[in-house]
Nanobody
C-alpha cells in the first residue's frame, strides 16, 4: 500500500484547506485511515480518523466542529476538510492507513504512511 497525500499550503487564519490522500494498493475495505500532524520537536498527533467500511469518524477535541474527515470510495480517496483554521493548526500533516477497521489515535498502530504535506496558517 502506498499513500499519496496532497493539498497543503499557506492560508490566513479563518481560512480553509482540503487535504486528499489516495491509498493505492488497498485491496480491502477492512481498513482505517487517519490524519496526523507534527510540528518540530513534538510527537506526531492524531487529528482525525475514519473507518473505510461504515464511515465512522473520530476527531481530536481541538478540531471538532472545524475539521471533517471523509472518503469517496469511487475515487479511492480520503479527505480532510479544514475550516476556521488557526495558527496552532500549522504543522506537517500525514495520512496513514492500518489494516482492520478500528481507528487508533496512536501513530504506532498504523503501518502505512503518506508523505507529509505542510499546512501553514498565518495570523
Amino acid at each position: 500500500v502506498q499513500l499519496q497525500a496532497s493539498g497543503g499550503g499557506l492560508v490566513q487564519a479563518g481560512g480553509s484547506l482540503r487535504l486528499s490522500c489516495v491509498p493505492s494498493g488497498r485491496d480491502s475495505n477492512d481498513v482505517a485511515m487517519g490524519w496526523f500532524r507534527q510540528v518540530p520537536g513534538k510527537e506526531r498527533e492524531f487529528v482525525a480518523g475514519i473507518r473505510w467500511s461504515g464511515g465512522n469518524t473520530y476527531y481530536k477535541d481541538s478540531v471538532k466542529g472545524r475539521f471533517t474527515i471523509s472518503k469517496d470510495s469511487a475515487k479511492n480517496t480520503a479527505y480532510l476538510q479544514m475550516n476556521s483554521l488557526k495558527p496552532e493548526d500549522t504543522a506537517v500533516y500525514y495520512c496513514a492507513l492500518r489494516w482492520g477497521s478500528t481507528v487508533h489515535t496512536s501513530p504506532q498502530r498504523y503501518a502505512f504512511w503518506g508523505q507529509g504535506t505542510q499546512v501553514t496558517v498565518s495570523s
